[in-house]
Each structure stands twice: as structure tokens, then as C-alpha cells.
């Protein structure tokens, strides 16, 4: 229970790290987050700015931005 304790604190700290230094994806406003379980309401527009997104979609371009940057930022 304590690794699992530490690694999500952990992972909530790399999170909120990203966010605050402005990394595409890791910013994105909850109310624009579509849950999974959600997947009967169509990604249709929340007030005026623009669509939601599905939770597994976003998760996958987290990824696919920490990959860039890893490349792009090897030694």
C-alpha cells in the first residue's frame, strides 16, 4: 500500500509539474473531459469554446508528448 501510496503522489507531481510549465495536453480543463463511461453523449461543443474529449484519447497524446519530448531531449 505504501509503494502504491508513493507512486501515485509521484505521478500527481509530474502531472502538476508539465501543467505548470505549459506541456500540450497536461492542461486541459476537466469540464473538457469526456469519461469513458460517458461514451453515449457525443463529443459535441461545451459552451463556446470547442468540443470535449474522450479520457483514453487524451491520455494517448500524454503520452505520445512525453515520448516527443524525451526524444527531442535525450543527452
Same mark, same amino acid.
Given at each position: 500500500?505504501?509503494?502504491?501510496?508513493?507512486?501515485?503522489? @509521484?505521478?500527481?507531481? @509530474?502531472?502538476?509539474?508539465?501543467?505548470?510549465?505549459?506541456?500540450?495536453?497536461?492542461?486541459?480543463?476537466?469540464?473538457?473531459?469526456?469519461?469513458?463511461?460517458?461514451?453515449?453523449?457525443?463529443?459535441?461543443?461545451?459552451?463556446?469554446?470547442?468540443?470535449?474529449?474522450?479520457?483514453?484519447?487524451?491520455?494517448?497524446?500524454?503520452?505520445? @508528448?512525453?515520448?516527443?519530448?524525451?526524444? @527531442?531531449?535525450?543527452?
Amino acid at each position: 500500500m505504501k509503494v502504491y501510496r508513493a507512486q501515485v503522489e @509521484m505521478f500527481n507531481a @509530474m502531472r502538476g509539474e508539465l501543467k505548470r510549465l505549459g506541456v500540450p495536453f497536461f492542461g486541459v480543463k476537466p469540464e473538457l473531459i469526456q469519461k469513458s463511461s460517458d461514451a453515449s453523449d457525443d463529443a459535441g461543443p461545451v459552451g463556446t469554446s470547442g468540443s470535449r474529449i474522450q479520457e483514453a484519447e487524451l491520455l494517448e497524446l500524454q503520452r505520445r @508528448m512525453l515520448t516527443y519530448l524525451e526524444d @527531442m531531449y535525450k543527452p
